[in-house]
């Protein structure tokens, strides 16, 4: 969402400035047909959040292709959301241990 609200802040801020006009003899340019931006194709933040998790979970690291796009808060939550599933693998493993004879 926050893409979009870029892209389209980008899109207004470069067609003002391409209608400023100036004082001299120059001749009125020719009107450049807008672009309408594509529908988004990419993945919902959820989703990215979860592969970036997985990512880090696996031992990849945060700086892998998978958490490339998130914002500096999605990627806490990925690396949060990664710590919680180690912190779930060692209790389970400590239970494990202890419940054995």
Same mark, same amino acid.
């Given at each position: 969402?926050?893409?979009?609200?870029?892209?389209?802040?980008? +899109?207004?801020?470069? +067609? /003002?400035?391409?209608?400023?006009?100036?004082?001299?003899?120059?001749?009125?340019?020719?009107?450049?047909?807008?672009?309408?931006?594509?529908?988004?194709?990419?993945?919902?933040?959820?989703?990215?959040?979860?592969?970036?998790? =997985?990512?880090?979970?696996?031992?990849? $690291?945060? =700086?892998?292709?998978e958490? +490339? $796009? /998130?914002s500096?808060?999605?990627? /806490?939550?990925?690396? &949060?959301?990664?710590? &919680?599933? $180690?912190?779930?693998? /060692?209790?389970?493993?400590? =239970?494990?241990?202890?419940? &054995?004879?």
């Amino acid at each position: 969402m926050r893409r979009i609200a870029v892209a389209l802040l980008a +899109a207004v801020t470069f +067609a /003002l400035a391409g209608c400023s006009s100036s004082s001299g003899d120059k001749p009125a340019s020719t009107p450049t047909p807008s672009v309408t931006p594509a529908a988004p194709t990419e993945v919902p933040v959820a989703d990215q959040i979860a592969a970036c998790t =997985d990512a880090i979970a696996a031992g990849k $690291g945060q =700086d892998g292709p998978e958490c +490339a $796009g /998130l914002s500096p808060d999605d990627l /806490l939550t990925a690396v &949060q959301d990664s710590n &919680q599933r $180690g912190r779930d693998a /060692l209790e389970s493993a400590l =239970d494990a241990a202890t419940s &054995q004879p």
